[in-house]
């Protein structure tokens, strides 16, 4: 059973920084894609970043150039780097993975920027 489990959410003030970790277990093989959703209170679930293969990239104009997704392969795991953070960054973050056709969802981890 494939299961995807986030970590490294938290209250930071702006400006400040933090580190999203996602692992996927129950899959021994490697993962097309993977990625950071958000959704915050009243809005809808809006993609962050993503990555495939390891290599490709892809971001969302409002994160270009503060954010940084990453992935390690061996663990099946993705990353994102987050510097630079807004109040307007504030949502829960999801992870998502693309496994053959199907997609699999975190339970998500709370994100709040705030003085």
């Known amino acids: 059973q494939v299961q995807v489990v986030e970590s490294g959410g938290g209250l930071v003030q702006p400006g400040g920084s933090l580190r999203l970790s996602c692992l996927v277990s129950g899959w021994p093989f490697g993962i097309n894609a993977m990625g950071w959703y958000r959704q915050a209170p009243g809005k809808e679930r809006e993609l962050v970043a993503t990555?495939?293969?390891?290599?490709?990239?892809n971001y969302a104009d409002f994160v270009k150039g503060r954010f940084t997704i990453s992935g390690d392969n061996a663990k099946n795991a993705v990353y994102l780097q987050m510097n630079s953070l807004k109040p307007e960054d504030t949502a829960v973050y999801y992870c998502?993975?693309?496994?053959?056709?199907?997609?699999?969802w975190g339970q998500g981890t709370q994100v709040t920027v705030s003085s």
């Open positions: 998502n993975a693309v496994i053959i056709s199907s997609e699999y």
């Open positions: 990555i495939a293969r390891g290599v490709s990239t």
